[in-house]
């Protein structure tokens, strides 16, 4: 007779597909978590993958709960008691299954799919999943994530993040976003106003200072900084040197001093 434990993980995980498990592994590339953003038209999350191999993106569009679950795994937020994808997880290990990937496999009518392929028992079992619970259980359970061919063919341009800052580009290697609302309660963070940094790229000047995605910059020096346009107007005046950020991190404030590029 099986054990209860059998019993149980069989009915959650016998929903195998052969065609969602073909489409899994035909023509995937491997993709990263790059960041999450606030599409300024819709109001709703993003959340933006990235090809290992050639660096595309591809942006999903997901709801907020998905998108907070992504956001406090990314930037390693602990909660007192576990979520549903906390939840999940620990299902799943309790269990004794591993999860080998997820696969965003295609986009149908703006609607994206995903499947999770799971290992239990000797068996490789595939299970039907939206891309966003896909990813909050990858990114806990330390999984690779693909993208499938049809997905990189079909995928939607990114969405306009509003103010463009190049001179925050060149000269700190981060990509800034303004502190709205939305994105203040998707990353639930404790600050009325400011910058979030979307992105910091490698071997930057942020990056060497110790700046992440996720901080939110609240001053320059003595200048407040509202926005990214107040960010971008203050790095334009300043031709090199040192400045001091006041920055705000997981509802702490730090100050970082950055080096400005020429």
């Not at 819709?42 to 660096?55: F, G, I, M, N, Q």
Request: aromatic residues 2%; proline residues 6%; hydrophobic residues 50%.
């Amino acid at each position: 007779m099986k054990p209860a434990r059998s019993i149980l993980v069989s009915a959650l995980l016998l929903l195998p597909s052969a065609v969602l498990h073909a489409a899994a592994q035909s023509g995937s590339l491997e993709v990263k978590v790059k960041t999450l953003v606030v599409d300024p038209v819709s109001r709703a999350p993003v959340v933006v993958l990235e090809t290992v191999a050639d660096k595309r993106l591809v942006p999903i569009w997901i709801d907020i709960p998905e998108a907070r679950a992504i956001a406090l795994e990314l930037e390693q937020v602990a909660v007192p008691r576990p979520l549903t994808h906390d939840l999940m997880r620990n299902i799943l290990q309790g269990l004794g299954a591993t999860l080998s990937d997820a696969t965003i496999t295609d986009i149908r009518n703006s609607t994206y799919f995903a499947v999770l392929s799971l290992h239990f028992q000797g068996r490789e079992v595939t299970i039907d999943a939206r891309p966003s619970d896909a990813v909050a259980l990858a990114l806990r359970m330390k999984a690779p994530i693909y993208a499938s061919a049809q997905v990189l063919a079909k995928s939607k341009s990114m969405p306009a993040l509003g103010t463009a800052n190049p001179e925050a580009q060149k000269k700190l290697g981060i990509v800034a976003q303004d502190l709205t609302p939305e994105i203040a309660a998707l990353l639930d963070v404790q600050a009325s106003s400011g910058v979030l940094i979307a992105d910091v790229a490698q071997s930057s000047p942020a990056m060497m200072a110790g700046m992440a995605r996720g901080d939110v910059i609240t001053r320059a020096d003595d200048q407040p900084i509202h926005s990214a346009a107040d960010l971008e107007a203050f790095i334009k005046s300043k031709k090199e040197g040192r400045v001091s950020f006041a920055v705000i991190r997981k509802g702490k404030p730090t100050i970082l001093e950055i080096d400005l590029r020429s």
